[in-house]
């Protein structure tokens, strides 16, 4: 199920990316002479990396996840919620933002939560909302 959410990521951000760029129109697509091959088009390697940085986050996200055990009071599965909420649609509910504010501090929030603050660097952190934010 993770694999095929994470495919599903890589594709998306493949077509987004794809789409981003100068519009040409059909009348100005440019000749090729006789002794010229045509070209097919390709991502620049600026997408190409930014589409293997996210997924990189998203991946590291995951495994943040599993090694804070964040599972164990969460589900990212449609099972019943745990002792927390149940998060498998998370990211199509709460922007990354609120996700980042509520996991580094969630008493200061809800004082009375159960949920302990993040332990770990900005970067995983980042990693681990985006991988929640891909769980739509």
């Known amino acids: 199920m993770q694999s095929l959410r994470l495919s599903i990521i890589i594709t998306l951000l493949g077509i987004l990316l794809s789409a981003c760029g100068e519009a040409v129109s059909p009348k100005a697509a440019p000749k090729i002479n006789s002794n010229q091959?045509?070209?097919?088009?390709?991502?620049?390697?600026?997408?190409?990396?930014?589409?293997?940085?996210?997924?990189?986050?998203v991946a590291k996200g995951e495994k943040l996840f599993q090694s804070?055990?964040?599972?164990?009071?969460?589900?990212?599965?449609?099972?019943?919620?745990?002792?927390?909420?149940?998060?498998?649609?998370?990211?199509?509910?709460?922007k990354k933002p609120a996700l980042v504010t509520w996991i580094k501090n969630?008493?200061?929030?809800?004082?009375?939560?159960?949920?302990?603050?993040?332990?770990?660097?900005?970067?995983?952190?980042?990693?681990?909302?985006?991988y929640m934010i891909s769980l739509k």
């Open 37 to 57: 091959k045509p070209t097919e088009p390709t991502t620049s390697k600026a997408q190409s990396d930014t589409v293997a940085e996210a997924v990189d986050s």
């Open 106 to 130: 969630p008493k200061a929030i809800t004082p009375d939560t159960k949920m302990p603050d993040f332990v770990g660097t900005p970067a995983e952190l980042d990693q681990l909302v985006d």
């Open 68 to 94: 804070h055990r964040c599972w164990f009071c969460h589900n990212v599965t449609d099972a019943p919620p745990k002792l927390g909420p149940n998060l498998t649609r998370v990211g199509a509910t709460l």
